[in-house]
């Protein structure tokens, strides 16, 4: 009886992991990158270049609001006490050499105090490494395609895929929210927060590693964007660019095409999850194979089964 209820018990697990497998593999990276309803500021740094972007934004914002108070002050107190009533007699002076080279000297100390900050951030940004990944991202008309350029499958070709957004005309969907997309966004790991945001496939990168992505398009121009990374770069026919970053946190993270591309523009998302080098390897090596599909690594939580007496 206790062997008999012990192989039952065991039987149960199997099949409720085997079963699960996919969905908890999928839900073990947390989504980080992703709009939030009724909030605003940055999505959270997943680079450095991200974080130095967002320092770099609040600095200068702290500067130009303490520009616009003193302005604004100076407005309304000119308006006070210079007006016709309090100030009936105005003086008949035309300059003021003090202050205007106050008002010459001040500006340009300003700029040349944010030069100072934006401009290694700017050079940090543009001056492209030598990429641990490298990958050519295509924009079409209205879904990525993708290539591991120094990666070959088992046929001897560059590794490469499309990436469609889960609901889209391609994958049988409409753009619409359905209770069949919906069930498709549960069964990729996702829930209906993640419509218009989440993708069949997925960009795989590992974490700490610098991934720099070749950008172009194959018809109208695109912009490849994803904001947790602080990246953006157009997708222009016949030409290629290149963005970099260096994902310092596991997990997911969305962006969108950030340029105007047609009719069907808002529904060309991004989806970038960064994995553990370990996972990175098994997942390229499946992907090599044609398996390019996250969701089959990693191990559903182990259940403990007692014995019966």
Not at 82 to 106: D, M, Q
Not at 159 to 173: D, K, R, T, W
Not at 236 to 255: H, N, S
């Amino acid at each position: 009886m206790r062997a008999s209820t012990a192989m039952t018990g065991i039987a149960a697990v199997s099949t409720a992991t085997f079963v699960a497998g996919t969905a908890l593999a999928q839900q073990a990276l947390e989504i980080i990158g992703q709009p939030v309803d009724g909030k605003m500021g940055f999505q959270p740094a997943g680079t450095p270049g991200a974080r130095d972007l967002q320092w770099l934004d609040a600095m200068i914002l702290y500067i130009i609001t303490a520009i616009v108070i003193f302005v604004t002050a100076l407005l309304i107190y000119v308006m006070i006490r210079y007006n016709s009533k309090s100030n009936p007699t105005p003086a008949r002076f035309t300059h003021n050499s003090p202050l205007e080279v106050a008002w010459t000297v001040i500006p340009i100390v300003i700029l040349v105090f944010i030069g100072a900050f934006s401009l290694p951030v700017l050079f940090k940004d543009q001056e492209i490494p030598v990429g641990d990944v490298t990958i050519k991202a295509t924009g079409y008309q209205w879904y990525w395609g993708y290539e591991y350029v120094d990666e070959v499958n088992a046929d001897g070709e560059v590794l490469a895929f499309e990436s469609y957004m889960i609901g889209s005309p391609s994958l049988g969907g409409s753009n619409m929210l359905t209770p069949e997309v919906e069930e498709q966004l549960k069964a990729a790991g996702y829930s209906r927060e993640q419509f218009l945001l989440a993708t069949d496939t997925a960009v795989v990168v590992p974490v700490g590693k610098k991934i720099v992505i070749q950008v172009t398009a194959a018809d109208v121009i695109h912009s490849w964007k994803i904001p947790a990374f602080g990246v953006m770069q157009d997708a222009v026919p016949g030409r290629i660019a290149a963005l970099w970053f260096q994902p310092e946190t596991e997990g997911i993270y969305f962006g969108q095409c950030s340029e105007l591309c047609g009719q069907m523009h808002a529904y060309m998302p991004i989806t970038v999850k960064v994995v553990s080098e370990a996972a990175y390897a098994e997942w390229l090596a499946k992907a090599k194979t044609g398996d390019v599909e996250l969701s089959h690594l990693g191990a559903a939580t182990p259940v403990n089964v007692a014995l019966a007496d």
